[in-house]
């Protein structure tokens, strides 16, 4: 009995590793695609408007 | 029961959460210094195009809570034995050093290359100068060494209204020198009241704060004579064009309520009333430098409201 009970305890921890690992691999890339629409944005704003208005 | 063996039943073996890296951050210091940084930026000259004003406090925030971690790093030895600090990630078993170090060095370098290549690298070479000081002078160096650890190494949390100020116009002048002095002065006496009253957790682990290798009644006189170098400081920014009449009457009147706490602590020496004492001009010490920098951006907006025309459209 001691033995299952160990082993649910067990179970429940690798349950809550898994699920913590998952939400900080998605804070990451959250993270990283933020940087992405900085970088995005602050080079839209350094070419200036007349960035779209080019001859083709 | 001894201070580290409390929080070793909050270990669950289930690796750190997300919570666990942003305290790593310090938040409630990230957020003092980020309000800071915003008033060094709307206070400065001429303007900054709102995408790369938030990007500009974003990163200085970031580059904050990056120094947050590597202190917490560096100090996780000492965090252990503190009751202010034990319930730190670390301390608690639920981030590693090494974790905690590679997170702090990758928010560092990001930040500070985002904030040189997307807004200048004044602003980004003030970044890293702010965090390699408050890491390799202040964290390594200063604080395990000297009783004026927090003198110098105070300079760390008073930069961050000139980077905002650098990241408008591209430099540095006589208002972001007088802002970054404002912090400077306040630094001492706001850690030292804090310190007095938490000076067995330093005695504890050996940190050399005033209180431990002085005695709390140097320290008591140290504070007085910062409050008063501080007042004149706090007030200087009207006298440089800076700050309005708002602001004179505000830093005026904190600032003499800031020198009457400082000499209740100096007067007020045994017993819980002392340490009572002293908390209530560590709390009154925070308010101080919020009001003080909130008063200027309130003087900003008003300028720009006024500019803009919208008091006339409000009040006609």
Same mark, same amino acid.
């Given at each position: 009995m001691a033995n299952n009970a160990g082993h649910e305890q067990q179970k429940k921890v690798e349950a809550e590793r898994a699920k913590r690992q998952r939400l900080r691999s998605i804070a990451i890339a959250v993270g990283l695609g933020v940087l992405v629409v900085l970088f995005y944005a602050a080079t839209i704003v350094h070419l200036g408007g007349n960035a779209l208005n080019r001859p083709m | 029961m001894a201070i580290e063996t409390q #929080?070793?039943?909050? @270990?669950? +073996?289930a690796g750190p959460g997300v919570g666990d890296f942003i305290a790593l951050m310090k938040p409630r210091v990230m957020s003092l210094v980020v309000f800071t940084a915003l008033v060094g930026m709307m206070a400065a000259p001429g303007g900054l195009h709102p995408v790369l004003g938030f990007i500009a406090l974003l990163c200085i925030t970031v580059g904050a809570g990056a120094s947050g971690a590597l202190n917490m790093w560096y100090d996780a030895d000492i965090d252990r034995h503190m009751a202010r600090t034990a319930a730190r990630p670390i301390p608690r078993g639920v981030v590693t050093a090494e974790e905690a170090l590679m997170f702090g060095t990758v928010l560092s370098v990001t930040s500070v290359l985002t904030l040189g290549v997307l807004v200048n690298w004044v602003a980004g070479g003030l970044l890293a100068l702010t965090i390699g000081f408050y890491i390799f002078? #202040?964290?390594?160096?200063l604080k395990r060494r000297t009783p004026q650890n927090i003198v110098i190494g105070g300079a760390a949390g008073a930069f961050p209204p000139m980077i905002g100020w650098a990241a408008v116009t591209g430099g540095v002048s006589v208002e972001s020198i007088v802002l970054f002095l404002i912090i400077f002065m306040w630094t001492p006496p706001h850690f030292w009241a804090l310190a007095l009253y938490r000076c067995r957790d330093y005695e504890r682990v050996g940190v050399p704060m005033l209180p431990v290798v002085a005695g709390p009644d140097e320290t008591r006189r140290q504070i007085v004579i910062y409050s008063i170098l501080l007042i004149p400081v706090g007030i200087s920014p009207y006298f440089i064009g800076l700050g309005g009449i708002s602001y004179l009457v505000t830093s005026s009147v904190l600032g003499a309520v800031f020198l009457w706490l400082a000499f209740k602590v100096y007067r007020t @020496?045994? +017993? @819980?009333e002392a340490d009572r004492i002293a908390k209530q001009l560590f709390v009154f010490s925070i308010f101080y430098l919020f009001a003080l920098f909130a008063v200027l951006l309130g003087e900003k907006i008003a300028e720009w409201l006024v500019a803009l025309g919208a008091f006339k459209a409000i009040f006609a």
């Amino acid at each position: 009995m001691a033995n299952n009970a160990g082993h649910e305890q067990q179970k429940k921890v690798e349950a809550e590793r898994a699920k913590r690992q998952r939400l900080r691999s998605i804070a990451i890339a959250v993270g990283l695609g933020v940087l992405v629409v900085l970088f995005y944005a602050a080079t839209i704003v350094h070419l200036g408007g007349n960035a779209l208005n080019r001859p083709m | 029961m001894a201070i580290e063996t409390q #929080y070793q039943g909050i @270990r669950d +073996g289930a690796g750190p959460g997300v919570g666990d890296f942003i305290a790593l951050m310090k938040p409630r210091v990230m957020s003092l210094v980020v309000f800071t940084a915003l008033v060094g930026m709307m206070a400065a000259p001429g303007g900054l195009h709102p995408v790369l004003g938030f990007i500009a406090l974003l990163c200085i925030t970031v580059g904050a809570g990056a120094s947050g971690a590597l202190n917490m790093w560096y100090d996780a030895d000492i965090d252990r034995h503190m009751a202010r600090t034990a319930a730190r990630p670390i301390p608690r078993g639920v981030v590693t050093a090494e974790e905690a170090l590679m997170f702090g060095t990758v928010l560092s370098v990001t930040s500070v290359l985002t904030l040189g290549v997307l807004v200048n690298w004044v602003a980004g070479g003030l970044l890293a100068l702010t965090i390699g000081f408050y890491i390799f002078i #202040y964290t390594m160096w200063l604080k395990r060494r000297t009783p004026q650890n927090i003198v110098i190494g105070g300079a760390a949390g008073a930069f961050p209204p000139m980077i905002g100020w650098a990241a408008v116009t591209g430099g540095v002048s006589v208002e972001s020198i007088v802002l970054f002095l404002i912090i400077f002065m306040w630094t001492p006496p706001h850690f030292w009241a804090l310190a007095l009253y938490r000076c067995r957790d330093y005695e504890r682990v050996g940190v050399p704060m005033l209180p431990v290798v002085a005695g709390p009644d140097e320290t008591r006189r140290q504070i007085v004579i910062y409050s008063i170098l501080l007042i004149p400081v706090g007030i200087s920014p009207y006298f440089i064009g800076l700050g309005g009449i708002s602001y004179l009457v505000t830093s005026s009147v904190l600032g003499a309520v800031f020198l009457w706490l400082a000499f209740k602590v100096y007067r007020t @020496r045994e +017993g @819980r009333e002392a340490d009572r004492i002293a908390k209530q001009l560590f709390v009154f010490s925070i308010f101080y430098l919020f009001a003080l920098f909130a008063v200027l951006l309130g003087e900003k907006i008003a300028e720009w409201l006024v500019a803009l025309g919208a008091f006339k459209a409000i009040f006609a």
